[in-house]
């Protein structure tokens, strides 16, 4: 079994900064690609960040060049730098990851998500 546990979110001005973290444990043999979503109320879950294994890191055009997506793999953690906080990315991020787990002599690729944390920016 894997667990994807997040922390880091909370209430934030704008203009202000977070950084979410969330950590993957359970019978991992690798994380390929991991990833940050958002949930606003009442709307669809959507990619906000991501990064491959090799550090190769991809944005929505909402977040450029205010985000900053990072990951440690010895402790299978990714991080959300989120910078300039608008009311408008308040939402609920989830953190996201491609966990690769061995069965026998298979390898199995399962996606796995987090629990979910609150971002709410407000003044």
């Known amino acids: 079994q894997v667990q994807l546990v997040e922390s880091g979110g909370g209430l934030v001005q704008p203009g202000g900064s977070l950084r979410l973290s969330c950590t993957a444990s359970?019978?991992?043999?690798?994380?390929?690609?991991m990833g940050w979503y958002l949930q606003p109320p009442g709307k669809q879950r959507e990619l906000v960040a991501s990064i491959t294994s090799g550090g190769a890191s991809s944005y929505a055009d909402s977040v450029q060049g205010r985000f900053t997506i990072s990951r440690d793999n010895a402790k299978n953690t990714v991080y959300l730098q989120m910078n300039s906080l608008k009311p408008e990315d308040t939402a609920v991020y989830y953190c996201?990851?491609?966990?690769?787990?061995?069965?026998?002599?298979?390898?199995?690729?399962?996606?796995?998500w987090g629990q979910g944390t609150q971002v709410t920016v407000s003044s």
């Open positions: 359970g019978c991992i043999f690798s994380i390929t690609d």
């Open positions: 996201n990851a491609a966990v690769q787990i061995r069965i026998l002599t298979r390898t199995l690729t399962q996606n796995y």
